[in-house]
């Protein structure tokens, strides 16, 4: 009998222990931040940031996300032709470098950075069925603006909340 009770109490340990660590990496529900974002083109999207980094986001359009107060990132939603125009015109552009291109929640994304007067400039351009989506940051270092994109999400209206 005490082995019995021995061999269920260490199986309940793994088991925990193994759940545990299948939710580490998953943001817990008070440090995401979801807004619906309805855009001109009529599509409806959620929006979602995960907080636990310290980011805070004023969804007011643009949507802004900052860091220890100061603004990082601004988030334009236009039209869905953008993504192909700013796509096109990177190839033939000599001051741009695409960094990255390939799909985040479904939806292709690129993006690229630019030398200016005023700083590096990082943006990211996601591409939805009518929409897309423009992030844009001036002056900060590309690993920072790369966090702020792994921190957001994106779904659908019509596919429920996110």
Partial sequence: MKKTIAALLA???????????????????????????????????????????????????PFMISKDHIDMVTGTFTTQDTYSTYYEALKTDESGELLQEGEKDGFPFFSYKVDSPVGTEHNYFVQFPKTTLVIASIGFEEADIQAVFDALSFKLADEGAA
Avoid: H, R
């Fill in 11 to 61: 199986l309940v340990m793994c088991m925990s222990l193994l759940s545990a660590c299948g939710k580490k990496d998953e943001p817990a529900a008070e440090n995401l931040d979801t807004f619906l974002v309805e855009a001109e083109t009529g599509e409806n999207i959620y929006v979602t940031l995960d907080t636990t980094d310290g980011y805070l986001c004023i969804d007011d359009p």
